[in-house]
């Protein structure tokens, strides 16, 4: 029904409508052995990091089969390890780069009339909501420049964590305003570390929006110095890490093992790219996300180097 650019561009596949599976070559022993085990146990069946056979050459992907129906099942296939001509590994999807260019335009009329209605307002707290709203529009606008032109994080240099927490706080707080309370429980002793202030301001909104839409009340952010954290299959001496924990409704069951796959989510009407782009964006830092959750209590904690990758 369906072909994402990924599974074309793996396949080499032409008139794959309606097609048999084995149009997908090599691949197809692995791919029916994962699409019986989803339609056995109707459960989503994942393969992190397979060495698959396409077109003839080993590639390196991530899996994921979900029965949908009797007679349909989705599978997504994302490539790891490529990398654009500059080195740089490619972002969560190509096909990105359209909305991205899309939301550019009406980004730009967005901070023109913030700027215009701070010029007609004298109240400072209506001016500085005003602020906020050109600061984010020039965030989203660089967010989708780095969509169109990916080229990894540009803008490293020494940041703060507790800074990019209290700005995400502002922006929730001004969102959901008495709806939720926001606590903080930080670590003064934390040092700068080195980052893309506007790419970790992304990722704690997105954990703390994903936090107001399951429901929470309550949100704090808390900071923490580690030591021997395992990030990524390596050990770092010493990592920063940021927990934005809520009481909302936690993560369901069936989406634990694949929530941070591009088009997952838990709400009908999620787009399931925020918690993609906020792991990759962890990951080009040399950090990660990961969280636990029941029912009433829920953290997701960011982790990143504290020294340079060199160092």
């Known amino acids: 029904m369906y072909a994402n650019p990924a599974f074309v561009e793996l396949t080499h596949a032409s008139g794959w409508r309606g097609a048999p599976l084995k149009i997908v070559g ?11 085990r989803a339609r056995d146990a109707n459960v989503p069946v ?14 390196r992907v991530d899996i994921a089969v979900n029965n949908v129906s009797d007679d349909c099942v989705l599978i ?4 790891l390890g490529a990398t654009f001509d500059d080195g740089v590994a490619p972002r969560v999807s190509e096909s990105l780069r359209g909305l991205a260019h899309e939301v550019k335009n009406p980004l730009a009329g967005l901070r023109g009339a913030a700027q215009l209605l701070k010029r007609r307002i004298d109240d400072p707290d209506q001016q500085l909501l005003a602020d906020l709203i050109i600061s ?7 967010l989708a420049d780095r969509l169109l032109h990916p080229r990894g994080i540009a803008n490293m240099r020494t940041v703060n964590l507790h800074e990019i927490a209290e700005r995400a706080r502002a922006l929730i707080g001004a969102e959901a305003g008495a709806e939720i309370k926001l606590d903080r429980d930080y670590d003064p002793s934390l040092p700068d570390i080195r980052g893309d202030a506007d790419s970790l301001l992304q990722i704690v909104l997105n954990l703390m929006r994903n936090a107001l839409q399951a429901g929470a009340k309550t949100i704090t952010v808390r900071t923490r110095a580690e030591h021997g954290s395992a990030v990524g299959g390596l050990t770092l001496k010493r990592a920063q890490r940021l ?7 936690g993560v369901p069951d069936e989406l634990r093992e694949s929530l941070f796959m591009p088009l997952v989510s838990g709400r009908a009407d999620g787009t399931g790219l925020g918690l993609a782009l906020a792991q990759e964006i962890a990951h080009e830092h040399g950090g990660q996300i990961s969280f636990r959750s029941r029912k009433g209590h829920t953290t997701f904690s960011l ?3 504290a020294e340079s990758r060199n160092g």
Do not use: C, K, W, Y
Not at 26 to 36: D, F
Not at 46 to 59: I, P, S
Not at 76 to 79: I, P, Q
């Open 26 to 36: 090599e691949a197809e022993p692995t791919l029916a052995s994962m699409i019986e």
């Open 46 to 59: 994942m393969a992190r990091g397979a060495d698959v056979m396409f077109g003839g050459a080993m590639q």
């Open 76 to 79: 997504e296939l994302h490539t």
């Open 136 to 142: 984010e529009a020039d965030r989203l606008g660089a």
């Open 243 to 249: 927990d934005v924990t809520d009481d909302g409704n």
């Open 303 to 305: 982790t990143l180097p």
